[in-house]
């Protein structure tokens, strides 16, 4: 098993600009969400799935998008990227009824 | 929501020596509490976790302890050794809605041989 597979590593984007960050699992699991991480503050989230098809907003949800069209795959969109959405992003997966939850290597976002 | 807080942000100890991290939470509904460790260039990674039913819970060298009462847990790490130098995170999600994390802002802990 590969785990949870975020792509790409590391983005740079333009102000306004807009871009889908990858997250796949290949454990089958019905959990599936999205953290941003910034300096000091830990992590917070931004949307989860508790399945194929359903979605719900987190903490900071305001600037992206997501869904969910198979239990293995959840992207989330920035539609027009802001300064404020430079962090590290991490997509998060844990199976129904464990509460043990199984991150990829993050996505290094820099947005000038 | 929810707020945790975590002391210290940067804890430095001897190899051999504990390490004590703390964390306090807001709200009273939360009964899951999981600590996680970030290793560079990684993602966070579960070392343990405890339910409100439970006060302390142990792992080897690792222990949690919690205290309902004053909405209060911390992570024990015994003989330290320099591979236990990362970031350690403390999370808590509240009973109303298990799929909601709430993270404290993160220790990093330097083990110096």
């Known amino acids: 098993n590969a785990g949870v597979t975020q792509t790409p590593k590391f983005q740079v984007l333009k102000t306004g600009q807009s871009m889908t960050l990858q997250c796949a699992q290949d454990?089958?699991?019905?959990?599936m969400s999205w953290y941003r991480q910034d300096p000091g503050m830990g992590l917070r989230l931004i949307h989860y799935?508790?399945?194929?098809?359903?979605?719900d907003q987190g903490e900071v949800p305001n600037g992206y998008n997501v869904s969910r069209s198979t239990t293995e795959d959840f992207p989330l969109r920035l539609l027009s990227a802001a300064p404020s959405q430079t962090s590290v992003y991490f997509c998060a997966s844990r199976p129904t009824g464990n509460t043990e939850a199984f991150f990829g290597q993050g996505t290094r976002l820099t947005v000038v | 929501g929810e707020n945790v807080e975590q002391h210290p942000s940067t804890l430095s100890v001897q190899e051999g020596d504990s390490a004590v991290i703390k964390c306090t939470y807001s709200d009273s509904a939360s009964n899951y509490f999981p600590w996680y460790k970030q290793e560079l260039g990684k993602g966070p990674q579960l070392i343990i976790d405890?339910?409100?039913?439970?006060g302390e819970k142990k792992d080897q060298r690792i222990a949690v302890t919690l205290n309902k009462t004053a909405k209060h847990f911390s992570l024990h790490i015994t003989e330290t050794q320099p591979e236990d130098s990362a970031v350690y995170f403390c999370?808590?999600?509240?009973?109303?809605?298990?799929?909601?994390?709430?993270f404290g802002s993160g220790t990093k802990l330097n083990v110096k041989p």
């Open positions: 799935s508790v399945g194929a098809g359903i979605t």
């Open positions: 454990m089958n699991h019905e959990y």
């Open positions: 405890i339910r409100s039913n439970v």
């Open positions: 999370a808590a999600s509240p009973s109303y809605n298990f799929n909601k994390f709430y």
